[in-house]
């Protein structure tokens, strides 16, 4: 399944190819390329160069790993994500290395690091689908996630696979069109609400 986005402006095939099925093939990614999709997050940028992510990876061919991994999602989130080859749980350290301090991008540097991933993700025909609806609590208690640190999202990482694998109900997710909000929206410059004014243009 591929579903190109509807852009408003000329962007990037890596950026318009991507999004977030649930349909996955259970065929494996190699350790080569899951060697360079990493490689790609640890050169996200970050505050400070502190690089404050961890990645939890568990893979189809270590099932106790990945059967550990697939139970912190949520139910509806296991349904689908079970098929796919790669289970990610994605963490960030809370504090600075440097000095102890609160590291309130922590979140963010994790968030460019992952979206670094799927770029390196999409180049390679591979689709990687996030999710916030795993259990940080049980995450932390399965993986001893050390103090400090903070499981955020949950993603897998996998190849097209066939929509007849997922319920009926997915299925319809599957193939209903991608939207977005317009720019004007969310752009803004001036004051909040006031449209950047290069969109008029």
């Known amino acids: 399944m591929f579903k ?3 852009t408003e402006y000329p962007v990037h095939s890596l950026v318009e190819n991507r999004w977030s099925p649930r349909a996955f093939s259970d065929k494996p990614v190699s350790h080569e390329i899951l060697r ?5 997050a ?3 940028p970050s505050s400070n160069n502190e690089q404050p992510w961890a990645f939890l990876v568990a893979t189809s061919d270590q099932p106790e790993h990945f059967e550990k ?12 994500a ?3 080859p ?5 963490a960030s350290e809370m504090e600075f290395a440097r000095n102890q301090q609160p590291n309130r991008n922590a979140f963010y540097d994790t968030g460019a690091a992952v979206a670094h991933l799927t770029s390196e993700a999409t180049s390679r025909g591979l689709f990687v689908h996030q999710m916030a609806g795993f259990d940080p609590q049980k995450a932390k208690e399965l993986f001893h996630i050390p103090k400090g640190w903070e499981p955020i999202a949950a993603f897998v ?34 004051e909040w609400g006031t449209p950047a004014q290069f969109l008029s243009n």
């Open 4 to 6: 190109p986005a509807k």
């Open 69 to 80: 991994a697939l139970g912190t999602l949520v139910p509806a989130n296991q349904v689908w």
């Open 86 to 90: 790669v289970l990610v749980i994605a």
């Open 157 to 190: 990482i996998g190849y097209p696979g066939d929509l007849k694998e997922l319920p009926e109900q997915l299925r319809e997710r599957e193939v209903a069109p991608r939207t977005r909000k317009p720019i004007k929206d969310f752009v803004m410059s001036g």
């Open 42 to 44: 640890r050169w996200a």
């Open 82 to 84: 079970k098929r796919a």
């Open 36 to 40: 360079s999709l990493f490689e790609a």
